[in-house]
């Protein structure tokens, strides 16, 4: 059994959510004096992710530092990043980052994102700055996590300059990123401009009016958003668990009974009536009737 077979096996248990299995093939591999190559390390810090081991991976790591294998390989650094940001140790995960000799544009946004999934928004959005002056160009996930920051921080000028940016690389008419675009304009409480950009899709999802309904709810706009929904509802659009609950909150807001008990009878269809947050929206909007 040579590196290339039980690397094999490792990453099958790896992609597959066995993370204890992963590390025990491991272990056993290096009992029998067989040296992991990049692909093992590789596939074993994402097994590590999944079980947080957190120690196991550190000593990976070490070993890591030890064969030279972060000067060498973009890829092993770039999963340690993901795996500290998992493990919300963003300041290891920075550490890691700073000491590798090639940062990509797939490096950068995983650490993006983690500042941004644990609320330093503004760390975020100067990561974002820093990669570009460093002559790295966005990709469409880099833009959706930006404008994702940038709604959090209702930084409205902001989004706008990343929405000029979008245009001028020619993504404006991918739907993830309208999708965000969106939310981004809803959260920034610029509703016209949310709402101009869902109308010029040629194709709507439950996200893109989600987002728009989501804005308009936490801004008061609640007959608007059960408008909303209404409409999601004539173009046969299927309404997800965060739809109800927006649409929920409107009617709470409103006093629209009638719509209340409308969407109650939606949710019981599709089996969300127990979903915690679904099933706590209901009970709240009856509370306001």
């Known amino acids: 059994r040579n590196v290339v077979s039980w690397t094999a096996l490792i990453a099958g248990y790896a992609q597959h959510g066995l993370g204890h299995e992963a590390l025990k093939c491991f272990r056993q591999m290096k009992n029998e004096g067989v040296s992991p190559n990049t692909v093992t390390y590789v596939c074993i810090l994402k097994a590590c992710s999944t079980i947080r081991a957190f120690e196991v991976a550190e000593n990976i790591e070490i070993e890591v530092k030890k064969q030279g294998l972060l000067k060498k390989n973009v890829v092993i650094g ?40 644990y609320g330093f928004n503004d760390q975020a959005l100067r990561l974002v700055d820093k990669m570009q002056q460093e002559a790295i160009l966005p990709n469409e996930f880099t833009y959706v996590f930006n404008l994702k920051a940038c709604g959090n921080l209702g930084a409205t000028i902001k989004a706008q300059q990343v929405h000029a940016e979008i245009i001028l690389r020619g993504l404006e008419k991918e739907l993830h990123i309208v999708n965000s675009l969106i939310s981004t304009y809803a959260k920034c409480g610029l509703l016209g401009t949310g709402k101009k950009l869902l109308l010029e899709l040629q194709t709507q999802d439950v996200v893109s009016w989600t987002a728009l309904i989501t804005g308009l709810v936490d801004h008061g706009c609640a007959e608007e958003a059960i408008s909303c929904v209404a409409q999601m509802q004539c173009k046969s659009i299927p309404l997800n668990a965060t739809t109800f609950v927006c649409g929920l909150k409107a009617c709470g807001i409103s006093g629209d009974k009638d719509i209340a008990l409308m969407i109650h009878v939606e949710v019981e269809k599709k089996g969300l009536a127990t979903e915690i947050l679904v099933g706590n929206s209901l009970i709240d909007t009856y509370m306001h009737f």
């Open 78 to 117: 770039s999963t340690l990043v993901d795996m500290y940001v998992k493990f919300g140790m963003l300041e290891k995960a920075r550490g890691v980052f700073e000491h590798l000799p090639e940062r990509n544009v797939v490096t950068w946004t995983v650490l993006i994102a983690g500042y941004i999934e």
